[in-house]
């Protein structure tokens, strides 16, 4: 574990909110000079604090206006492994994201599809002829608000 200060703090605030963002630029929002803050980030990428940059997409504009939350229970959990499973679901291209989570499922999935019909093609060709599923939970998105993290 790495320790962090106040000025790491707001430095892992900024990037959350623009990683595009150059050190000198950065550093001169959280009073800090360029090489000064590009030591801070290299330290945090290197102790692994920072694990990457992403590009946020609006799933929406692309043509996917459905996003839907599936819990997933293995039926045959002896017989299919669980990297079998995460292997195929991750083939998936609608699948946005799969946890392994512990409780009432043992999968959470994110799925975006263009429309409800699509959603339905979707988890009847794709999601529920994988191996071992059993039951399966959807929930579908009304509205989410991203929050930055706990910092």
Not at 72 to 93: H, M, N, W, Y
């Amino acid at each position: 574990m790495i320790d962090l200060d106040d000025t790491d703090r707001a430095i892992l605030r900024a990037l959350q909110r623009d990683a595009t963002q150059s050190a000198a630029a950065l550093g001169g929002r959280i009073g800090l000079s360029q090489p000064a803050t590009w030591r801070r980030i290299k330290r945090l990428r290197d102790g692994g604090v920072i694990k990457g940059r992403r590009v946020a997409l609006d799933a929406e504009k692309l043509g996917f206006g459905v996003t839907v939350f599936l819990g997933v229970k293995l039926a045959t959990k002896g017989q299919v492994s669980l990297e079998d499973f995460e292997r195929a679901v991750t083939a998936i291209p609608e699948v946005q994201l799969v946890e392994h989570v512990l409780g009432l499922y043992d999968y959470r999935l994110r799925v975006v599809a263009r429309d409800l019909a699509d959603f339905e093609r979707v988890l009847r060709r794709r999601v529920m002829t994988l191996p071992g599923v059993g039951n399966v939970e959807a929930n579908v998105l009304l509205s989410e608000e991203r929050l930055a993290g706990p910092l």
